[in-house]
């Protein structure tokens, strides 16, 4: 079975800095890996995926995430934090499994932006 | 728009009521996934189906069923509802023929048992 955990429930950055959500997955074959945000009171929508080519995904609204087989990580950065970042972020795994491919969340990272 | 939709958007009722939630996938997608969005349980996968074949079960109670019709919606029925039932449900779809396993989310559906 395969899981995340998401370090810090809450990260607070000033605007304009590098924002960094940590994920770290558990997984026994090759995983996707994803990263959804949640604003209040709305669906989560897709940040970025990876799906076993190019380790360095690049997401929408400037976010980009390592896959690091070797510290089982899929950390979510951003050089340069905006006011409309802040959100709820979640790192999720799933396994190709054919027409079986449940997500599995971590618990979520609160970020807020500091003016 | 992730061009999955659910209603009703918001539902409240009382503890023991039965009430039914629907979804309608991605147009060309065959897989439906539900989960459940809950400040203690935080987000929880429920249960899939793959063209009108459950596929998989997650931490669904027994008190709660669904199903996939031939037009590929689906439904998610909660009965003797309790207080704990409270809690965002979500419907995700998908092509699920193996691909990336990306899933699209509707906007959910907000249920409060009183």
């Known amino acids: 079975a395969q899981s995340v955990t998401q370090l810090g429930s809450h990260v607070s950055v000033s605007e304009g800095a590098l924002v960094l959500l940590r994920c770290n997955y558990s997984?026994?074959?090759?995983?996707?890996l994803f990263w959804y945000v949640q604003y209040p009171n709305q669906g989560l929508q897709l940040l970025l995926k990876?799906?076993?080519?190019?380790?360095l995904v690049k997401g929408i609204n400037g976010f980009e995430a390592e896959f690091k087989k070797s510290e089982t990580s899929f950390h979510l950065t951003k050089p340069s934090a905006h006011m409309s970042d802040a959100a709820e972020y979640f790192c999720?795994?799933?396994?190709?499994?054919?027409?079986?491919?449940?997500?599995?969340f971590g618990t979520g990272t609160r970020l807020t932006i500091i003016p | 728009d992730s061009g999955v939709t659910q209603t009703p958007k918001h539902l409240i009722t009382a503890t023991g009521q039965r009430v039914t939630l629907r979804c309608s996938p991605r147009?060309?997608?065959?897989?439906v996934y539900w989960y459940q969005q809950s400040l203690d349980q935080g987000l929880q996968f429920l249960i899939q189906?793959?063209?009108?074949?459950?596929?998989a079960k997650g931490n669904i109670l027994e008190r709660f069923s669904a199903q996939q019709f031939p037009d590929l919606h689906s439904e998610l029925n909660l009965s003797s509802l309790e207080l704990g039932d409270s809690a965002l449900y979500f419907c995700?779809?998908?092509?699920?023929?193996?691909?990336?396993?990306?899933?699209?989310f509707g906007p959910g559906t907000r249920l409060t048992v009183l």
């Open positions: 995700a779809s998908s092509k699920g023929l193996a691909g990336t396993g990306e899933q699209f």
């Open positions: 997984s026994s074959v090759p995983p996707y």
């Open positions: 990876y799906t076993s080519a190019a380790t």
């Open positions: 999720a795994v799933s396994v190709a499994n054919f027409g079986n491919e449940k997500l599995t």
């Open positions: 147009s060309g997608d065959l897989s």
């Open positions: 189906y793959y063209n009108g074949e459950e596929r």
